[in-house]
C-alpha cells in the first residue's frame, strides 16, 4: 500500500500537451506494475497507459500514439505525458498499482483534473 498523489492537469486546448505525474509514497513501488486511469464526468474509471515494473507499456486504444507512460522506480515516480489533446481527454487522472487485471491496487489519490477545450 502506498499514498498516490497525483499533479500535472490543466485547462489546455485541443492539439496540447502536458505531462501528468505521480508520486508514490510508502509501499514497494518498484515491483508493482503502474497505470495511469482517467474518470469523465458520468462514465467509469478506465485505465489509459500500463507500465510494467520491467518497463513493458501498454495503452488504451484511444490515447495510443498520443501518450507516453514512464516510470522512476528511484523516485518513486510515474509519469503520462500526453500530446495531441482532444476534448474527449477531459478527465480526472489518476494513477494506481495495477494488478493483472490492471484494476487499482491502492488507496485512489485525489486525482488531477485535464480539462481540454477550445
Known amino acids: 500500500q502506498a499514498q498516490l498523489l497525483e499533479s500535472g492537469g490543466g485547462f489546455l486546448q485541443p492539439g496540447g500537451s502536458l505531462r501528468l505525474s505521480c508520486a508514490a509514497s510508502g509501499g514497494n513501488f518498484r515491483i508493482f506494475a503502474m497505470g495511469w486511469y482517467r474518470q469523465a464526468p458520468g462514465k467509469q474509471r478506465e485505465l489509459v497507459a500500463r507500465?510494467?515494473?520491467?518497463?513493458?507499456?501498454n495503452y488504451a486504444d484511444s490515447v495510443k500514439g498520443r501518450c507516453t507512460i514512464s516510470r522512476d522506480n528511484d523516485k518513486k515516480m510515474v509519469y503520462l505525458q500526453m500530446s495531441s489533446l482532444k476534448t474527449e481527454d477531459t478527465a480526472v487522472y489518476y494513477c494506481n498499482a495495477a494488478d493483472s487485471d490492471s484494476r487499482g491496487m491502492w488507496d485512489w489519490g485525489q486525482g488531477t483534473q485535464v480539462t481540454v477545450s477550445s
Open positions: 507500465i510494467s515494473n520491467g518497463g513493458n507499456t
